[in-house]
């Protein structure tokens, strides 16, 4: 096996480590305190990306698009595409600020959704829309199968009822990718998603939550009622299939998850690295020579994270490697999810403890990175819910065999 990152990558990670140092980074306690501003200094950035996407070279989705896993798929070939190309970019910017990246205009969590299910004729019409995705209900967290809001078809269009909650990015994009049951009685088979445009009547923010950590990123409740989308914004196949069930809904997540790995990867690397240098400053090194039992107990503390953070890494590039190549990944992909989110909570709230007055306050923003790293635990898939996918997959089982 080859672990090295692929060198046509360089230059789209150099520009991302650039981006998270020089203009996440000063910026990004401002954004913490403003909780719900706008973080204006993002649409240059946006300006960027675009060029960033339109001239990719190896003619995939761009640098901060996902595509679907057998777009970049050539036969037996190794392939290093898309989806690698978001995870290596995002894992940077998030070295930078988590909330700052999540709040980058047109590259919404809707987007993903999109670029999974959708026809070529939708994705020529929507391809280059800033999409959030509304999944999570009052009622229906991680148990996406639990989902209550409804659309019924109604001539050309489909009238969409209900309410969704934690929706990122939810006020500023330009549509929501909304996930919806055309018939509740058929349970997972059911659910399909719409995208629905901003300023659709029946389409209302009813408020933006305040949060522990992604300050900068505004988080919308959006109610639904008697929404009228037409029929060409449901994505995919608009008939309900019980054999396929809930699959293509779920290809979404397949791409998501590693790229939420990626973020979490991202965080913990910065909380790392602003340890090392504090400790520099009082004159500690790190020792990778020394055995363990003549280190300081901070050198081995430090080095079991860093191993933990390369396991984690390590899982998330072979999800994304594995999408780039039409293999499934739903096992690989909920595994980096797993082990990603855990290690970025551990990591971070380790390092506030290791550097211990400096990192419980605002002099340093490890506090900060904290908090941030728990939401990278828990959207996308709960901890809980990504093992019981591994089981599922590891012990051949249905959702319904293993609950």
């Given amino acids: 096996m080859n672990l090295e990152i692929p060198r046509k990558f360089g ?10 140092r020089e203009v996440f ?36 989705a761009g640098a901060g698009r996902l595509a679907r896993a057998d777009d970049d798929a050539n036969g037996s070939a190794n392939r290093n595409g898309t989806n690698m190309k978001t995870v290596l970019g995002l894992t940077e910017l998030c070295w930078g600020d988590v909330g700052l990246a999540l709040s980058i205009p047109r590259q919404g969590l809707g987007n993903s959704a ?9 994705l020529a019409r929507l391809g280059n829309t800033w999409a959030a995705m509304a999944i999570t209900e009052p009622g229906a967290g991680s148990d996406s199968a639990a989902i209550r809001t409804t659309a019924s078809r109604d001539g050309d269009d489909y009238i969409i009822n ?10 500023r ?24 445009e901003k300023g659709t009547p029946g389409m209302t923010v009813e408020r933006l939550e305040k949060k522990l950590g992604i300050r900068a990123s505004d988080t919308a409740a959006i109610r639904f009622d008697n929404c009228r989308v037409p029929a060409a914004n449901l994505l995919g196949d608009p008939e309900i299939s019980v054999d396929k069930g809930f699959a293509g809904a779920m290809q979404t997540f397949d791409n998501t998850r590693p790229v939420v790995a990626g973020m979490a990867i991202g965080v913990a690397r910065a909380a790392l690295d602003r340890t090392y240098a ?12 020394a055995q363990t039992w003549t280190q300081t107990a901070v050198e081995r503390e430090l080095q079991l994270l860093e191993a933990e953070w390369d396991a984690a890494r390590l899982l998330t590039l072979k999800a994304a490697w594995m999408a780039d190549n039409g293999q499934p990944n739903s096992k690989e992909a909920s595994m980096a999810k797993a082990k990603a989110g855990r290690v970025g909570n551990q990591v971070t709230l380790r390092c506030v403890e290791l550097c211990t007055s400096l990192g419980y306050s605002e002099v340093e923003l490890l506090e900060k990175w904290a908090r941030d790293s ?7 898939g709960t901890q809980q819910i990504q093992l019981l996918i591994i089981a599922r997959r590891l012990l051949g089982k249905s959702s319904a065999e293993l609950k």
């Fill in 374 to 380: 728990k939401i990278l635990d828990i959207f996308e």
């Fill in 162 to 171: 209900g309410e969704k909650i934690y929706v990122t990015a939810g006020e």
């Fill in 114 to 122: 999109i670029a999974a299910v959708a026809n070529e004729e939708q």
């Fill in 11 to 20: 230059p789209l990670i150099n520009q991302a480590q650039q981006v998270a």
């Fill in 173 to 196: 994009a330009d549509a929501v990718v909304v996930w919806a049951s055309l018939d509740r009685s058929k349970g997972r088979a059911a659910i399909k998603s719409f995208v629905v």
């Fill in 278 to 289: 504090l400790m520099a400053k009082n004159h500690q090194t790190m020792s990778y020579r």
């Fill in 25 to 60: 980074l000063p910026i990004s306690r401002k954004y913490d305190r403003a909780e719900h501003s706008y973080p204006k200094e993002l649409d240059m950035f946006a300006s960027i990306m675009d060029g960033m996407n339109d001239g990719a070279a190896d003619g995939g």
